[in-house]
């Protein structure tokens, strides 16, 4: 049986049969079915399952939480299922120099906790909860707070890798400011897992803020939060967070977030509420959609970005564009920095949803932007190109065929079928 | 690395007929004013140096130096403290001093769009009418190319708060190593593909050559408060700025000095510092007024806490600049008490900093060296500035041997090698003892896919010269590295 005779050798790698199991029902990703799952329990034991995953050609695809396993192109091939959940728990936290050292597979809202602890805080909103700190980083993923905080890319100051050929290689540090080297952690972020395995990541941290007021307003149409939204960003309030919520129907909300000391938040809290309007609201926490994807499984899930000074009319172009079409479309996002979510019922007709991409992407391109479909329902993936022109594509091939000449670490999930 | 035996008579003609006479220069004489960078004790003549006036231009080189098999070094101002611009001997040095436009300021986007050669502080003159600035600032930003920037990743004395290049560069076009157009990111956020815009800055040039940077664009801050704190002792100092990190707060900027950085400053600028003082901090707070003011006060108590004897809070924008001269000053004034100097440059955990500074002392005492200290408190970015007299026996070996201990120490305590000048060609052969040869290889083989001919400034980052290969096919049966690997295993 050869099947069997696979996993005896992944077993063996391991030194122990625990970690790697066959695979199960629900072990598949984006619909393709695996082999073998296996849950290494340090970096060691994850480069010694890839130097064997490379000698057995097994395609391999790596999962955390699974919250966003949906996310991307199915893999064009898959053996293994690399689960990182038991690459669990804080390495180190320094508070007094405000960084922590995490696994991979630890997850985003248990390192809370323990981060809050010390008046810390790692500034990434889960938009997902359960996901993992390698799973946000390997998706480029975060939530309303980016305004202020950044990205993953940018409060990831060190990482540990296993390349797909099994050999373990680090980049960056456990210092904030480092220039040595090449930033190898900046490149496997937002990556998809097709360029190695991250199992470990330094973050810089941020001191929790002694107070945080959410400012909110409720108008009639989405282009009208757009306003708002500029008219915010150009004043010097410094929000954390800048955000617009489109439902379907109904009216629209822009949301500012202030974080600071119980005095300058107050301060702020009443600048932001002159400049929205005087039926703005201010409390202490925000709504219950705050920083949810405006989706559910299923559906299709989009993610569109313009230039700050396009966000405006790419609200009210969306919701015409998508009464057009005769769809109803769900927006919610970071209109601060020109990121918008949007949200399609998985049940609509497919063609079209592939019309209104289509129209998505010449709006947002317009920005200078670009329309990305994040999730969508087979029949919807069939009909649209999931991440539409990407500059620089050769260069990312031979980046790509140097990391991974095999093309086994998820092939076919990322940009022009990576 | 590379042993061309480029016919530079040939290529000189190629690149004047493609881009003009005047924009090539080969005359011995006017070369040897680009023998070196703000690193002046490594010197290389190069064997041409062409002057692109665009992006366009910046390709043909490129291309004709691919063709001839001659290495390229971009150069910006030449201000680099890593010799990252050290021309190669056999190659072409491509300055970019005639590609200083600004493109676009885009207030409304947040945005800026330059040209390489554009020095940085000519960004926020320029969006400062908007209300807006580029908030990355080293301390060489009235002369420092945009350009160059981005190849080191360089920070600023305010970058605690605002970060560094790579926080502020939305989008880069650059020639490839192969001659290539190629546009990374942009003026939207979370362009789709890998972040290989941030893997370019901070590449130090040799993943090809930027010729239009989009920078982000900062709203300016509604107050700025600045605060200049004298203490007996550098713990004293260091302990104050723990207490200042432990309450939450994070300053735009958090500078130290010690007694010999003073008086070297002192005797150059003639900044006023409290007399006396065995370090002094600066304190920067921006942002929104109730904030800052919140703050301002929390931070002068905290001083006053850990024992400074003299607070002085700069009363207006002239006063702010006094507090600042010194410290800007501080690499070259070190010149008025010192014939010669090295500029170090590495990081700690800021925590480490009191135990640090008196291993620093130590050696300084052990090896008759002295040290004068300056760094970026707040991020544990130490700027010793170790001080010699090369004309005296033996002064500069030791000197050397105390520069590179420093920077063991970072190492050792977990730090880094580098927080903001590059390893370029000084500090190559310090890499190996911050990273593995897999580290290293793994960094290497980034490289080889921009730059597979290893044109692009050779010599520099890696510690010891390195080919590409091929890129390994699909593999047929047992590659033998593996194999190997795996009977280790089973
Ligand atoms: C007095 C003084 C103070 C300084 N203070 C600071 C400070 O506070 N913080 C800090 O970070 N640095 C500081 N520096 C170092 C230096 O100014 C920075 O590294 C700066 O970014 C270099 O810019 P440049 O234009 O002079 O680049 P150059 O010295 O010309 O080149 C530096 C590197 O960039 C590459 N390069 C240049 N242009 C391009 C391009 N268009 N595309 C690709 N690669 C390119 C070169 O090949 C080289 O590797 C200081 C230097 C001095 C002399």
């Known amino acids: 049986m050869p099947a069997d005779r696979t996993l005896n050798q992944l077993r063996a790698t391991c030194r122990s049969a625990d970690p790697v199991r066959a695979a199960g029902e629900g072990d598949h990703i984006a619909g393709v079915p695996a082999r073998y799952v296996a849950a290494p329990r340090d970096t060691a034991q994850a480069a010694a399952l890839l130097r064997a995953a490379a000698d057995l050609d097994l395609a391999v695809t790596f999962r955390g939480g699974g919250t966003r396993q949906d996310w991307g192109s199915p893999p064009r091939r898959l053996d293994l299922i690399l689960d990182t959940t038991a690459l669990a728990g804080v390495v180190e936290h320094a508070a007094g120099d405000l960084i922590t050292v995490v696994r991979a597979g630890a997850r985003l809202d248990a390192l809370a906790p323990v981060l809050a602890g010390a008046g810390q805080k790692l500034a990434l909103d889960a938009p997902l909860p359960g996901g993992t700190v390698g799973g946000a980083v390997a998706t480029n993923a975060a939530g309303p707070r980016r305004l202020l905080y950044g ?10 890798l296993v390349r797909a050929d ?11 400011k480092n220039v040595a080297g090449y930033d190898l952690g900046k490149l496997v972020t937002g990556a998809y897992g097709t360029l190695g395995l991250i199992t470990e990541c330094a973050f810089r941290l ?12 409720t108008v009639d149409d989405a282009a009208e939060a757009g306003r708002l939204a500029a008219a915010v960003r150009g004043a010097q309030l410094v929000p954390a967070a800048l955000e617009v919520d489109a439902p379907v129907t109904g009216p629209a909300t822009v949301t500012v977030l202030v974080e600071g000391t119980p005095a300058g938040v107050a301060a702020r809290a009443d600048a932001a509420r002159r400049l929205l309007g005087v039926d703005a609201t201010v409390a202490d926490r925000p709504g219950a959609d705050w920083g949810r994807l405006p989706w559910r499984p299923g559906d299709t899930g989009l993610k569109l970005t313009v230039a700050l000074s396009g966000v405006p009319r790419l609200l009210a172009d969306a919701r015409a564009a998508a009464d057009r079409h005769g769809l109803p479309l769900a927006l919610r996002g970071s209109a601060g920095v020109g990121v918008l979510y949007a949200g399609l019922p998985g049940t609509a007709d497919p063609a079209r949803v592939a019309a209104l991409v289509d129209t998505l992407r010449a709006a947002t391109a317009a920005a200078a932007g670009h329309t990305i479909v994040l999730t969508a329902p087979a029949a919807v993936r069939q009909r649209v190109d999931l991440w539409g022109p990407v500059d620089g594509l050769a260069l990312m091939r031979r980046v790509k065929q140097r990391f991974d000449p095999d093309a086994r670490l998820a092939p076919g999930r990322f940009v022009g079928g990576i | 690395m590379s042993t061309t035996t480029t016919d530079i008579g040939a290529l000189a003609a190629a690149l004047r007929a493609a881009i003009g006479a005047d924009r090539v220069i080969s005359d011995r004489q006017e070369l040897r004013t680009y023998e070196c960078d703000g690193l002046a004790q490594y010197k290389v003549v190069p064997a041409l140096v062409a002057l692109p006036a665009d992006a366009a231009q910046c390709a043909t080189v490129v291309r004709a130096c691919v063709a001839a098999g001659a290495p390229f070094v971009a150069r910006g101002s030449g201000t680099g403290l890593s010799g990252g611009a050290l021309p190669h001997a056999d190659g072409v040095l491509v300055v970019t001093s005639q590609m200083r436009d600004i493109v676009e300021v885009a207030p409304e986007d947040e945005r800026a769009v330059v040209q390489p050669g554009v020095i940085n502080l000519a960004i926020s003159r320029a969006a400062n009418p908007h209300g807006y600035y580029y908030a990355p600032d080293p301390s060489s930003q009235q002369i420092c190319s945009i350009g160059g920037n981005v190849a080191e990743n360089s920070g600023g004395a305010h970058c605690l708060k605002y970060g560094f290049t790579i926080h502020h560069v939305t989008g880069v076009e650059l020639v490839t190593p192969d001659g290539e157009r190629v546009r990374l990111g942009g003026r939207a956020p979370d362009t789709p593909g890998y972040d290989l815009l941030g893997a370019f800055v901070g590449s130090e040039g040799t993943l090809g050559i930027a010729t239009e940077v989009t920078v982000r664009l900062t709203r300016l801050p509604e107050t700025v408060r600045t605060l200049l704190a004298a203490f007996g002792t550098t713990d004293q100092a260091g302990a104050a700025t723990s207490a200042i990190i432990a309450a939450g707060v994070v300053p735009a900027a958090v500078e130290m000095m010690d007694a010999l950085a003073i008086s070297a400053a002192e005797a150059a600028v003639h900044c006023g510092y409290p007399e006396g003082a065995g370090a002094v901090l600066i304190v920067e707070l921006d942002g929104p007024a109730p904030e800052v003011d919140a703050q301002f006060a929390q931070v002068e108590a905290l001083c006053r806490e850990n024992r400074a004897f003299e607070i002085r809070i700069a009363a207006d924008d002239a006063e702010r600049a006094l507090f600042w001269k010194g410290r800007k000053s501080a690499f070259a004034a070190v010149g008025r008490i010192s014939p010669d100097y090295i500029v170090q440059d590495g990081v700690i955990p800021r925590t480490a900093l009191p135990e640090v500074l008196r291993r620093i002392g130590e050696l300084s005492a052990e ?10 408190a707040g991020d544990g970015n130490l700027h010793p500035l170790v001080l010699f007299d090369a004309a005296a026996d033996g002064q500069a070996e030791r000197a050397e041997e105390v520069s590179g201990a420093i920077l063991d120490l970072c190492v050792a305590h977990g730090g880094s090698i580098t927080g903001e000048h590059g390893v370029g060609m000084d ?60 009977a280790e295993v089973f």
Not at chain 2, 367 to 376: D, Q, S, T, W
Not at chain 2, 455 to 463: I, S
């Open chain 1, 151 to 160: 990205t993953p890319r940018d409060l990831l100051i060190g990482v540990t």
């Open chain 1, 166 to 176: 099994g050999v373990v290689a680090h980049a960056g540090g456990k210092v904030v």
């Open chain 1, 206 to 217: 941020h001191p929790l803020p002694a107070a945080v007021a959410y400012v909110a307003r």
């Open chain 2, 367 to 376: 090896r008759g060296i002295r040290v004068a200290n300056v760094f970026h």
């Open chain 2, 427 to 486: 500090k190559a052969k310090f890499m190996p003892r911050m990273f593995t040869a897999d580290d290293l290889d793994t960094m290497h083989l980034l490289r080889c896919a921009f730059d597979p001919a290893g044109l692009a400034n050779p010599g520099k980052v890696f510690p010891t010269p390195r080919l590409c290969g091929e890129i390994p096919g699909r593999r047929k049966g047992v590659n033998p590295a593996q194999a190997a690997g795996l």
